[in-house]
């Protein structure tokens, strides 16, 4: 793709998903709050004020979205929780659409909280594992070894295990930190050796996910983050325009260092380049087509 269709397909597109940790912001280490990167506020308010759709996906399940929101708005960014999704909003959709009632949940209330505003009976290690259908992990920094073991007993009757994320590591102020759902899901798969299904990035499922958010089918999607791994892989993936920011995990070498079919379609500097890409809008919303079918 020349840099010429780059730059029209970004200009055409019907909406945009951006990552939050290293793309907009970059929060403490526990993430209570966050500090805005250069140029993100100013973006934001242009695509809102241009009428073009944009949402946030974060992998972290620290908070509640709401939470994530108030948190954002104090950094300046003027955003709605509809606008926020996190891997714990997706399970609830998933889980609903399978029909589970009962779900084992390690985590803290950010993990927990969508899957109770769903509808969802959420059982805590120590409750006993009868009935539960499922076992999804997000952020759980308290861990121990009760949680794996009922795990690994729900995964032993049959519930299917699902997290957040399986990354190694997110970006903070303080540089890498280590992401604890990949850590918990490692020591159940070597105990029980179940698959494990993956909600946030990268995941096809979160790019549904949001294209059924933005109505807007992921072909017409342009997908924002640092992570190559992450970001990168699932817009490629999905059949999405990539681009990757340089503020966050991904150095100019990690995308430098990626195949062709893999790269991010455009690198730039930090979010607030992106400006340029997207001209001024004369008739309001763009048609977006028809947004992912639910998995």
Request: aromatic fraction near 6%; charge should be positive; glycine fraction near 12%.
């Amino acid at each position: 793709m020349s840099d010429s269709d780059i730059v029209k397909r970004i200009a055409d597109s019907g909406g945009v998903l951006f990552d939050l940790d290293g793309t907009l912001a970059l929060g403490d280490q526990d993430s209570r709050s966050y500090r805005a990167l250069p140029g993100a506020v100013e973006l934001l308010s242009k695509l809102r004020r241009e009428g073009r759709p944009f949402a946030i996906f974060t992998n972290g399940t620290h908070h509640t979205p709401l939470a994530y929101v108030q948190m954002l708005r104090r950094a300046g960014f003027a955003i709605e929780e509809s606008s926020l999704l996190t891997p714990s909003v997706v399970a609830a959709e998933l889980f609903r659409r399978k029909g589970y009632r009962r779900v084992l949940v390690l985590g803290v209330q950010g993990v927990s909280q969508p899957l109770v505003d769903a509808g969802l009976a959420v059982v805590r290690p120590g409750d006993g594992e009868t009935g539960v259908e499922a076992t999804f992990v997000g952020w759980h920094p308290d861990f121990g070894l009760r949680d794996i073991e009922a795990a690994c007993r729900a995964g032993w009757a049959g519930a299917p295990l699902y997290t957040a994320s399986a990354a190694p590591f997110f970006a903070t102020r303080a540089g890498k930190t280590v992401g604890i759902s990949g850590a918990i899901c490692a020591a159940i798969r070597s105990v029980t050796g179940a698959r494990v299904t993956v909600l946030g990035k990268p995941s096809l499922l979160a790019l549904r996910a949001a294209s059924r958010r933005l109505g807007v089918v992921p072909a017409r999607m342009v997908v924002v983050g640092d992570d190559p791994t992450l970001e990168v892989a699932m817009a490629r993936a999905g059949g999405a325009c990539a681009v990757g920011v340089k503020t966050g995990l991904g150095a100019e070498n990690a995308f430098a260092a990626l195949a062709s079919h893999r790269s991010a379609h455009l690198v730039v500097d930090g979010v607030g380049d992106l400006s340029a890409y997207f001209p001024n809008l004369t008739g309001g919303r763009r048609g977006t087509g028809k947004a992912a079918s639910p998995p």
